[in-house]
């Protein structure tokens, strides 16, 4: 197949933002506002606080200041996979917090529960479907990961199914399979970008005042009060929370935590009912397949594919600007591995590429803290699982703003901090030789090296 045939037409734009159910764009601020609550960003992270937080009270004034528009950046740019896990998977949650494991997976079942309920009390259309997840071995040494994480998962309250290739190529036929597990309760789908139109829509319906296109440019304590500075005018709030992400924090302290990494995705036309019957896919599962560079996959409502992963990449210095999200080659080797996973869809066009990117931080999870004598929260580092996890974030900082002990605000995992990564040049070096390394281990049956076995030890380790 002739892959840049494929992808000739393709838009370099995020198809979910494309979709012309977007809103039209809020007003800027523009003049001094004084709330209870300023929320900082407009992605996931920001509306699900200023839901949370006016369903808490609702006699609170909650202001939701996003510097471009809701859910433009990595709420709008993601495959749309809606995990329970709020660990980046069993594996990564048992290494670091065996003791909370069983207390953890409840509370994400739950989490995502409550984002079901969320989207049905106030008719979200996201395209919600709680199909699961297929995790699919590509190689016979990926199998034994998958099935110890299964029997993990099982365990802990989840359906699951380990299948053999005959089984799983039932279910998702590519001749690349193995065999795989299907974990049926982990994982929904969801319109990312509906998603967050939607909740921002029920956050109107509160009383939320959203300003969009006003970047908070400084932070200051004045007498008892935060002021937040923008181009137009500057809020005053009793209480902040900052859903920023990876994007230039207020808190300088978090640079030393978060690194970005830019994921890049593909999109196909929609398939005919004739490619569909080539590819099975009843069930319409989310995939990811399990080596070290990995890709996640999946339909959506009109069966068209999303296809993204393998490649992350960091550029020097915590390289953010827009010309990055431009990766020729690097769609072209998605194209590529995604005719050799589906061969019998040879023929088919991408219509959209582009990128977006993740907040990653060393234990490939969401971490949490306060400053200001505990009158802001931030909830960052969700390194890729964060359509679900969001909403745990921002229960967890309503709790720290609200000074309460909870279940959330009991755990280890909310009261530790990552590894921080180290300064340039040697941030650069060592992710660059990480990636090298985790290649090498796919080519090599997984067998890790010195460098990864050495990030293992330090609780830097990475293997999914």
């Not at 004034?61 to 809701?70: C, F």
Request: glycine share 10%; net charge positive; aromatic share 8%.
């Amino acid at each position: 197949m002739n892959v840049l045939k494929a992808l000739a037409e393709a838009e370099p734009t995020p198809y979910w933002t494309a979709d012309p159910a977007r809103p039209e764009p809020a007003p800027a601020l523009v003049g001094p506002v004084r709330c209870d609550l300023a929320v900082v960003g407009g992605g996931y992270t920001g509306l699900w606080t200023a839901l949370l937080a006016k369903e808490r009270d609702p006699a609170l004034e909650v202001v939701v200041l996003e510097a471009d528009r809701v859910g433009g950046a990595a709420s709008g740019r993601n495959g749309g996979f809606c995990s329970a896990s709020l660990t980046h998977g069993i594996g990564n949650g048992l290494r670091r917090w065996p003791d909370e494991l069983a207390v953890l997976e409840r509370l994400g079942r739950e989490n995502l529960d409550g984002i079901e309920q969320t989207l049905t009390r106030y008719g979200i259309d996201a395209e919600f479907e709680r199909t699961g997840e297929l995790a699919v071995a590509t190689e016979p040494w990926q199998l034994d990961g998958l099935v110890e994480d299964a029997e993990t998962a099982r365990r802990m309250g989840h359906d699951v199914t380990v299948l053999d290739a005959e089984r799983l190529r039932a279910e998702v036929n590519s001749p690349t399979y193995v065999g795989g597990v299907w974990n049926r309760t982990g994982t929904a789908l969801v319109h990312p970008a509906k998603l967050a139109w939607g909740l921002a829509a029920a956050c109107r319906s509160l009383g939320v005042r959203i300003y969009e296109h006003t970047p908070v440019r400084s932070l200051t304590d004045r007498a008892g009060r935060l002021r937040l500075g923008t181009p137009y005018g500057l809020v005053s709030a009793a209480r902040v929370a900052l859903g920023t992400g990876v994007f230039p924090p207020l808190l300088r302290r978090l640079r030393h935590y978060l690194v970005p990494v830019y994921d890049y995705v593909l999109i196909t036309e929609p398939l005919t009912d004739a490619q569909m019957a080539s590819i099975g896919w009843r069930n319409r599962q989310g995939l990811a397949d399990s080596a070290n560079q990995f890709h996640y996959y999946r339909l959506t409502a009109d069966n068209r594919i999303v296809w993204g992963g393998y490649d992350a990449i960091y550029h020097y210095g915590n390289g953010l600007r827009a010309e990055l999200e431009r990766r020729p080659a690097t769609h072209a080797k998605l194209a590529r591995h995604f005719f050799q996973t589906f061969p019998q869809l040879e023929g088919v066009r991408f219509t959209h590429a582009w990128a977006g990117v993740i907040d990653t931080c060393s234990r490939f999870c969401a971490f949490f803290g306060t400053a200001h004598r505990g009158r802001l929260a931030y909830a960052v580092g969700y390194t890729g699982l964060g359509v679900g996890a969001t909403r745990f974030g921002a229960a967890v900082m309503l709790d720290l703003l609200a000074g309460e002990r909870t279940e959330r605000t009991a755990l280890q995992m909310v009261r530790s901090k990552p590894i921080p990564f180290p300064p340039e040049p040697l941030r650069y070096a060592g992710i660059q030789l990480t990636r090298r390394s985790l290649a090498r281990a796919d080519r090599n049956g997984g067998r890790r090296d010195l460098w990864l076995r050495a990030l293992d030890r330090i609780g830097m380790g990475f293997d999914s």
